[in-house]
């Protein structure tokens, strides 16, 4: 089942290496899911939305990546890449599944199950105002923000 615009989004309530709490009810959150911690793309991925972390705050809206690693790989990964956003462990995947990125992907010929890359922009009122999947890093983060500020 694939999570997209219009849709109600799930809930999200996952441990995080800050203790901040995860829970995207009544405001305006970014929930991406991301599939390994320091690795390039999920890095980049992490630093720019970190670069426009101010801008996100500035919007009223909280900025949360998802992915299978565990808090305390999350907090490594913060802390070596000086990361500002809310940085959430689903290690048994009940999160990727809700949402429908636990997919089958494909890497030379080979079938696997893995997590798409994938952003939702959720409103107040609890709806998937914006999905975006297989994402594309470069030029991402600015793209939510964008999505974000106009549904203001």
Known sequence: MTIDSGDTA????LATDAGAPTDI?????VVYFYPKDDTSGCTREGIDFTALGDDFAAAGVQVIGVSKD??????????KHSLGVILAADPDGVACEAWGV???KSM????????????FLVG?????????????????????????????
């Open 25 to 29: 009810t009544g405001r305006v959150s």
């Open 102 to 104: 636990w997919v089958e």
């Open 70 to 79: 565990s808090v305390a790989s999350h907090a490594k990964f913060r802390a």
């Open 10 to 13: 799930p809930a999200l309530d």
């Open 108 to 119: 030379y010929g080979r079938k696997y199950m893995g997590i798409e890359r994938a952003t």
């Open 124 to 152: 107040k009122d609890g709806k998937v105002a914006r999905a975006w999947h297989k994402v594309k890093v470069p030029g991402h983060a600015a793209e939510v923000l964008a999505a974000a500020r106009a549904l203001g």
